[in-house]
């Protein structure tokens, strides 16, 4: 069998740090690999708009945006196939057969979907296309065959749906889809960052982010925002290392070179954490070495970000031939789908 992956994000904004460690680093490590047969990286326009149906122009302006993000990180399109969702009509078919496989409370009973639900404030307003979007999901999944979906924690309860709908799919009609695998971050730390606030996510919604393209003086500006310990009041005191988003960031993004190059006094995070959890060492010190860190890793990704905006209509170009391969792959699976439901009357 083919080793496969399927991953994306919603054109809803810029993406952020929070995406970087959580998934977009990972996927290029995965891309350059060559462990896998086929990678397809989805922007996720259509499932954006179950909750911006009317604000339309809020996801199309941010297509470009995210793929931007996406090939400054290192997405190669002669590597991984980048496409946009919406132009694969054959995922909407997908859904809609799978919708008769999934009850109404296995729907509720999604962490992840009550957990965005609340986020949204929606209550019982909840638009069918949003409240749905696991279902969606799978037939993201599904229809490229992935063997392997890179996924923060939160999305676990989304994979282990889709699982169930191959499941029972392939048990009432016939083994036509696969059954996907969740890769996780492989940094606890990367899993889930929080925002610069201290929230338990980073979301766009927010306001707590720091966006890939964010200019230097922004992130710095962010990062002595940052919430660290509220009792940390003297740089005498002891300091706590839990809560403190600083530290977070630190266990995402640092490693000993950094140290070497930017805080010599110190050999790698574990004594630096020691220091600050004794007492003797100010908050400030701590966020200027993660500025530093932050900005070692960014700063090209910015560069190249800004060198790649030169040309936008190059970059709608491929999200366009990425499109017509992308359907192409699903179209062949749709066709397996209606076979295999003996709905394919006229073949």
Same mark, same amino acid.
């Given at each position: 069998?083919?080793?496969?992956?399927?991953?994306?994000?919603? %054109?809803?904004?810029?993406?952020?740090?929070?995406?970087?460690?959580?998934?977009?680093?990972? $996927?290029? #490590?995965?891309?350059?690999?060559?462990?896998?047969?086929?990678?397809?990286?989805?922007?996720?326009?259509?499932? !954006?708009?179950?909750?911006?149906?009317?604000?339309?122009?809020?996801?199309?302006?941010?297509?470009?945006?995210?793929?931007?993000?996406?090939?400054?990180? =290192?997405?190669?399109p002669s590597k991984s196939t980048l496409f946009v969702q919406s132009y694969i009509s054959e995922l909407t078919e997908l859904t809609f057969y799978?919708?008769?496989?999934?009850?109404?409370?296995?729907?509720?009973?999604?962490?992840?979907?009550?957990?965005?639900?609340?986020?949204?404030?929606?209550?019982?307003?909840? %638009?069918?296309?949003?409240?749905?979007?696991?279902?969606?999901? !799978?037939?993201?999944?599904?229809?490229?065959?992935?063997?392997?979906?890179?996924?923060?924690?939160?999305?676990?309860?989304?994979? #282990?749906?889709? $699982?169930?709908?191959?499941?029972?799919?392939?048990?009432?009609?016939? #083994?036509?889809?696969?059954? *996907? /695998?969740?890769?996780?971050?492989?940094?606890?730390?990367?899993?889930?960052?929080?925002?610069?606030?201290?929230?338990?996510?980073?979301?766009?919604?927010? =306001? /707590?982010?720091?966006?890939?393209?964010?200019? *230097?003086?922004?992130?710095?500006?962010?990062?002595?925002?940052?919430?660290?310990? %509220?009792?940390?009041? $003297?740089?005498?005191?002891?300091?706590?290392?839990?809560?403190?988003?600083?530290?977070?960031?630190?266990?995402?993004?640092?490693?000993?070179?950094?140290?070497?190059?930017?805080? %010599?006094?110190?050999?790698?995070?574990?004594?630096?954490?020691?220091?600050?959890?004794?007492?003797?060492? =100010?908050?400030?010190?701590?966020?200027?070495?993660?500025?530093?860190?932050?900005?070692?890793?960014?700063?090209?990704?910015?560069?190249?970000? #800004?060198?790649?905006?030169?040309?936008?209509?190059?970059?709608?170009?491929?999200?366009?031939?990425?499109?017509?391969?992308?359907?192409?792959? !699903?179209? /062949?699976?749709?066709?397996?789908?209606?076979?295999?439901?003996?709905? /394919?009357?006229?073949?």
């Amino acid at each position: 069998m083919k080793k496969i992956i399927l991953t994306g994000d919603r %054109p809803t904004g810029r993406l952020h740090v929070g995406h970087y460690v959580g998934s977009l680093k990972r $996927r290029v #490590e995965l891309q350059n690999s060559g462990e896998y047969d086929e990678i397809y990286i989805m922007i996720a326009d259509a499932q !954006a708009l179950t909750d911006n149906f009317d604000n339309p122009e809020k996801v199309r302006k941010n297509i470009s945006e995210v793929a931007l993000d996406y090939m400054s990180c =290192g997405l190669d399109p002669s590597k991984s196939t980048l496409f946009v969702q919406s132009y694969i009509s054959e995922l909407t078919e997908l859904t809609f057969y799978y919708m008769n496989l999934v009850t109404l409370s296995r729907l509720k009973r999604n962490p992840t979907v009550k957990s965005e639900i609340s986020m949204r404030g929606f209550n019982t307003s909840i %638009p069918v296309g949003f409240f749905t979007y696991p279902i969606s999901q !799978a037939a993201d999944i599904t229809a490229f065959k992935a063997t392997t979906v890179p996924v923060g924690e939160d999305q676990l309860p989304m994979i #282990e749906q889709t $699982r169930e709908i191959v499941r029972s799919f392939n048990s009432t009609y016939d #083994e036509v889809l696969v059954e *996907p /695998n969740v890769l996780l971050p492989d940094n606890q730390a990367c899993m889930r960052l929080p925002g610069i606030d201290g929230k338990a996510k980073m979301s766009k919604s927010l =306001g /707590n982010c720091i966006y890939l393209s964010d200019s *230097p003086e922004d992130i710095r500006k962010k990062v002595m925002s940052m919430y660290t310990d %509220p009792d940390h009041i $003297r740089i005498e005191d002891p300091g706590k290392l839990e809560g403190n988003t600083v530290f977070t960031y630190l266990d995402a993004f640092c490693n000993d070179e950094h140290f070497a190059n930017h805080l %010599p006094d110190y050999s790698c995070l574990a004594e630096l954490k020691e220091h600050y959890t004794k007492g003797g060492l =100010g908050d400030v010190k701590v966020k200027k070495f993660l500025y530093a860190v932050l900005m070692e890793e960014l700063d090209p990704i910015r560069l190249r970000r #800004e060198e790649l905006a030169k040309d936008i209509p190059a970059v709608m170009e491929i999200l366009k031939e990425g499109s017509i391969k992308a359907r192409e792959v !699903a179209a /062949n699976t749709l066709s397996e789908v209606k076979a295999a439901m003996q709905i /394919n009357y006229f073949e």
